[in-house]
């Protein structure tokens, strides 16, 4: 059974770019939550999606989006990259209506904005 | 969804148990402590969780006090590789905002061998 996945490991982007981030959520699990993590710091809610719609966010700006595909695996794109962006960008699934169920999460993609 | 206080860092012998304490005064009634552990750059991961009845898995042991203001986390016999970042949260499940993790600071566990 394949836990949560994604793609890419790496990436290195300049700033003003855009970047787009996938996962595929654990078998069974139908809501996909992502979260920003900066060095030294705990991860930070963005958003989180269910039903292909996004149900809850947290302090981010427009210029993070996301999508859910009928497959429920999910997209973070972030336009405008600044270096602030840099970060480990983490993705969890969950079950339940809303992501009630205990969440597990990803290897991560480790952004890097030059 | 209540805060957390961790102790910044910790050390333990290898082979004895580690004994992580989270406190969480301010829980309420329908919101659960969740323990997550992190090794260095990679993805969280689920250790244990509960509302009010210590739980066991094969991971560890979560020990919550009759009042559920705090918890204690117990790794049984600590290894090398239990050497990580271990997050305490509390969060409300059944309800339709429950959504989010809240990550602190977390406890950072050093096993000296």
């Known amino acids: 059974d394949a836990g949560v996945t994604q793609s890419p490991t790496h990436l290195i982007k300049t700033r003003g770019q855009q970047v787009t981030l996938r996962c595929s959520p654990k078998?069974?699990?139908?809501?996909v939550s992502w979260y920003q993590q900066a060095l030294g710091q705990g991860p930070q809610f963005i958003f989180q999606y269910y039903e292909e719609e996004e149900r809850q966010r947290g302090n981010f700006p427009d210029r993070f989006s996301g999508h859910q595909f009928p497959n429920y695996s999910s997209e973070l794109n972030v336009n405008a990259l600044l270096l602030g962006d840099s970060a480990l960008y983490l993705c969890?699934?969950?079950?339940?209506?809303?992501?009630?169920?205990?969440?597990?999460f990803g290897p991560g993609t480790r952004l890097t904005v030059l | 969804d209540a805060k957390t206080t961790q102790p910044t860092s910790m050390d333990c012998a290898e082979g004895r148990a580690a004994n992580l304490p989270c406190n969480h005064s301010?829980?309420?009634?329908?919101?659960?402590v969740y323990w997550y552990r992190q090794i260095h750059s990679q993805g969280p991961q689920y250790i244990i969780h509960g509302l009010k009845n210590n739980e066991t898995n094969e991971m560890a042991s979560l020990i919550i006090t009759e009042d559920r203001k705090s918890s204690t986390l117990i790794l049984p016999h600590a290894t090398l590789r239990d050497t990580a970042v271990y997050y305490c949260i509390v969060r409300r499940v059944a309800s339709s905002n429950t959504g989010k993790l809240i990550f602190g600071q977390g406890t950072t566990l050093q096993v000296k061998p």
């Open positions: 969890a699934s969950s079950s339940g209506q809303g992501g009630t169920d205990t969440q597990y």
């Open positions: 078998s069974g699990h139908d809501t």
């Open positions: 301010t829980i309420s009634g329908n919101e659960y």
